[in-house]
């Protein structure tokens, strides 16, 4: 197309296509680009709309090129379900670059949300400044293909969005947490991990470790899955409406929502887990972290701990694991304990409860007269210190974006070695204790060679070293100190065999498993599923078929038990079993509550079908 559309753009915004009402200054709900051809071809349409919820951005480039706008669009595969988006690139020459860049600026405006009326002037002075994006990413996530996956879908596509980036390689376990804690949040736009869950779990962590997590912890925080369950990413994807799919789509599909950049309110889950068994210290106290996924206990955390041997199948590591987990089929002693929704009223913090009267009934008997829920019965700039944990930047490639810089700082105000100097516990004497930190253990700082794959993931916190807690972090105010009893009112315990528990918090367990179909990012519950000993294999291998399609919540069993809960204890009464947090070792009892919309996720915005 040679010269209109864009020689109209002199004017309000012709060519794209939305609804206004009659005041001319009402904002303009766009929704499309029409393209038309001025001669058109015989059998061919020669208007076409180019919805803008399928645009990632657009660029003029620069002279000697004729005077283009290019537009880069993702339109979603259609032929069969879950195939990758594609891109296609449409360039539309302009009389002039001063014409060319108006357009730019116009779809940049409808893109950024950037309020316009049908008199608005498109320029490049009514645009937000590009954003920026902290890119973490774990070349050993998955089957190790983050690194190129970046450079052939992620970073093309992200520049085409005109976000400009820091790119940078962690090194080891912990290295993520260790720079969140340090870098200087405002220069970021948001810190997105290219890896599995298993990142994002010490970015949240790490942003929870800062003096000032109450801030920290707002910066949204994306994913881009690289990983082999990639769970939060299966969240995200069927929050925007699309089909369930795996690796380069998902992939696509998420990479795409980030682009377009909407966020919403997370919940985070306060975990306190105990110090390992094999801990010298028997005074240690409890380790406190935070979750933003599952609690997992019995049988799959064993599988995904178990199948870590299988990493180089992917994604079907789990298949694996799981069917020879059922093959031979373990049960698992302890107590479980939880607090309905509807019986939440704060805090039993001061004076502890009368001894915890167990509940006897059976399961169903129990929990049907008990829980709200029904129970389904059927079944730097970086602003990086220099201590920058040991030797970040000089060793490991750093890339820029297009307009992003590596402006490293040298004041090291959160300096990390007196954090990290500490070997014992040290508990404020009060509150009013002139440290605002509180030391507690964090893995140690062994690092294996970043270049082999020695994966420190499941050897748990045996490997822990010191970190520091601010002291005013959320209360957990739902839930007595981890060694005293639970209070009798309002709490649901049940005590027995199990072949697992499983707490979670986003719609998937992986991202081809819909555990908890009724899960939303900010409903304030924890989805909790439990399996009595006394299942069928066959019975147990259909409740995970069914969790594929997110229908299991109606394969039919008496052992089977889905809840909604505030907050819950478990107690393992047995050494058998694994207990996992984000995929993390951790060991038990345990206790959770959760901390409604605490965080903020990169989802995508409303241009995609979103949900809720
Ligand atoms: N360079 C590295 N070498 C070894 N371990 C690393 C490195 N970078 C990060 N890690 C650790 O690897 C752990 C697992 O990473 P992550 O969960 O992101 O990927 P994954 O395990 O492949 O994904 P999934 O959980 O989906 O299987 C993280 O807890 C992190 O601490």
């Known amino acids: 197309v040679s010269r209109p559309p864009l020689r109209a753009a002199a004017a309000a915004s012709p060519g794209f296509s939305g609804t206004h009402g009659s005041f001319p200054r009402k904002p303009l ?64 020459l302009a009389e002039s670059r001063a014409e060319a860049e108006r357009w730019a600026a116009a779809v940049q405006c409808l893109l950024r949300d950037v309020i316009v009326t049908s008199d608005t002037e498109f320029s490049r002075r009514l645009l937000p400044r590009p954003r920026r994006l902290l890119l973490l990413v774990n070349p050993f996530s998955g089957r190790g293909q983050a690194m190129q996956w970046c450079q052939t879908q992620i970073l093309p596509m992200i520049k085409e969005a005109n976000i400009s980036y820091n790119l ?85 599909n998420c990479c795409f929502l980030l682009c377009r950049g909407g966020v919403r309110p997370m919940d985070v889950v306060s975990v306190t887990t105990s110090p390992p068994p094999s801990s010298n210290n028997h005074t240690a106290p409890p380790r406190r972290l935070f979750s933003f996924l599952s609690v997992a206990w019995g049988f799959v955390s064993d599988v995904d701990i178990e199948s870590e041997r299988y990493r180089g199948l992917g994604s079907a590591r789990f298949t694996l694991g799981t069917l020879v987990r059922i093959a031979s089929l373990r049960s698992y002693k302890g ?32 929990l049907e007269g008990l829980c709200h829920t029904p129970i389904h019965r059927t079944c730097s700039d970086m602003g990086i210190s220099e201590q920058r944990s040991l030797r970040l930047a000089a060793e490991e490639p750093v890339w820029s974006g297009t307009s992003s810089e590596s402006n490293e700082r040298e004041d ?12 014992s516990w040290t508990w404020p004497v009060s509150e009013r204790s002139p440290s605002p930190l509180l030391f507690a253990t964090l893995p140690s700082p062994t690092s294996p060679s970043p270049w082999t794959k020695t ?3 499941g050897q748990g916190p045996q490997r822990h070293r010191q970190f520091c807690l601010p002291l005013n972090l959320p209360k957990d105010d739902l839930l007595p100190p981890l060694d005293q009893p639970l209070p009798t009112r309002d709490w649901v315990t049940i005590e027995g065999d199990f072949v697992l528990v499983l707490a979670l918090y ?53 052992y089977v038990s889905h809840v909604t809960c505030k907050a819950f204890r478990l107690q393992p009464l047995s050494t058998r079993g694994t207990l996992t947090v984000d995929g993390e070792l951790v060991y038990g009892p345990l206790q959770a509550q959760v901390h409604p919309s605490l965080a903020r996720l990169i989802v995508g915005d409303s241009g995609s079908k979103g949900r809720g």
Request: contains cysteine.
């Open 335 to 366: 107590r479980l304990s939880f607090l309905p929704p509807t019986s939440c009223t704060s805090s039993p913090d001061a004076t502890p409860p009368p001894p915890r009267r167990t509940i006897s009934r059976s399961i169903t008997e129990g």
């Open 29 to 92: 709900v766009v929704r499309g680009a029409h393209k038309q051809r001025l001669s058109p071809r015989p059998g061919k349409e020669a208007r076409l709309m180019l919805p803008l919820a399928e645009l990632v951005g657009c660029s003029c480039p620069r002279a000697p090129a004729p005077p283009l706008l290019v537009l880069y669009w993702y339109p979603p595969g259609k032929r069969r379900k879950g195939v990758s988006r594609r891109r296609q690139v449409r360039a539309f």
């Open 168 to 252: 940078i390689q962690t090194e080891r376990q912990n290295h993520a947490r260790e720079l969140i804690r340090e870098i200087s949040l405002p220069e970021w736009d948001g810190i997105v991990i290219v890896s599995g869950d298993g990142l994002l779990h010490e970015v949240i962590n790490g942003l929870m470790e800062r003096p000032d997590w109450e801030q920290a912890i707002k910066i949204p925080v994306g994913i881009l899955p690289c990983g082999s369950g990639n769970a939060l990413a299966g969240s995200i994807n069927h929050n925007a409406g699309y089909d369930m799919c795996l690796r380069e789509s998902l992939l696509l």
């Open 455 to 457: 994966r420190t993931r």
């Open 506 to 558: 986003q719609s998937h367990l992986g991202a081809d498993l819909f555990a908890a179909p009724q899960a939303r990012f900010d409903d304030g519950l924890i989805h909790l599923t439990f399996v009595r000993a006394g299942i069928s294999r066959a019975t147990l291998l259909r409740l995970f078929f069914a969790m594929e399609r997110g229908t299991h919540h109606s394969v039919s069993s008496p």
């Open 412 to 423: 090291g105000s959160l300096g990390g070695a007196e954090r990290r100097s500490p070997t």
